[in-house]
């Protein structure tokens, strides 16, 4: 039993130092993809041989470190299988419940680090394809004027349209972002409301009284609405015989 509890302790141990490990690299794979984008813009202000080894530079750190962070998710996916293999032998019955919610945790960070990785790793693609694009058309409007040599109308035209692209598409990125916070902020209050909603009809439930006693209230109410409305129609048919009698 001594070794088998040996055991789950390495593999809680491995799992702690895969997860810190994903942690830090996580964090520094964000700033990576963040100063690519951000030296991305400037290259076409620079010489095309110092762009050119900048940009390689960065793409090779970019393809290391998203294969080294590809290997310790799938290290820690093996290890958090071998603790699941673990929680099914007969030896860890007697612990099942508490060895059953350590794995569980293990596998929410697991999961949580996987999405966060591919949602980074989805955003830098979409947003380098979107700076080269912009980055050719740039480029070609570049070379249509050093090829001529005059800084013509055509050319100015040319620029501020890229400008307004650039602008435009910075805008709708930044109405994306508030609409997603919106949505998720509308959902979470939904949710609030449906588990208040939830938690008083359980409590109506459960205590009948209360629950009778409001009816008998709406009950009463009821009654003193129409005892006063037949008051005040005979007291005005009274009124109308008085007046044309």
């Not at 039993?1 to 964090?27: G, H």
């Not at 762009?51 to 962070?69: C, K, P, R, Y």
Request: hydrophobic share 35%.
């Amino acid at each position: 039993m001594a070794t088998s509890s040996n055991y789950w302790e390495d593999l809680r141990k491995q799992a702690r130092q895969l997860e810190n490990e994903l942690d830090l690299k996580l964090v520094s794979f964000s700033k990576l993809c963040t100063s690519y984008s951000g030296s991305s813009k400037d290259q076409n202000k620079r010489d095309s041989s110092r762009s050119d080894s900048l940009g390689s530079s960065q793409d090779n750190m970019l393809v290391a470190m998203t294969t080294e962070l590809e290997q310790l998710l799938a290290k820690l996916t093996a290890v958090n299988d071998k603790m699941a293999e673990y929680t099914n032998t007969p030896g860890a019955s007697s612990h099942n419940a508490a060895l059953m919610h350590t794995l569980q945790r293990h596998r929410d960070i697991l999961q949580d680090y996987t999405h966060e990785f591919h949602k980074t790793k989805s955003n830098f693609s979409s947003l380098r394809e979107r700076e080269d694009l912009l980055g050719s058309v740039h480029r070609d409007i570049e070379s249509y004027k050093s090829s001529s040599g005059v800084n013509n109308r055509r050319t100015e035209l040319f620029l501020k349209e890229h400008e307004h692209l650039r602008n435009s598409d910075s805008l709708i990125d930044n109405a994306i972002s508030i609409a997603m916070a919106t949505k998720e902020n509308i959902t979470f209050q939904r949710g609030m409301l449906k588990s208040i909603q939830t938690r008083v009809t359980t409590l109506a439930n459960r205590f009948p009284a209360i629950n009778s006693l409001i009816q008998k209230i709406d009950l009463r109410k009821r009654r003193d609405s129409l005892i006063l409305g037949v008051v005040i129609g005979v007291c005005t048919v009274l009124l109308l015989l008085y007046t044309f009698h």
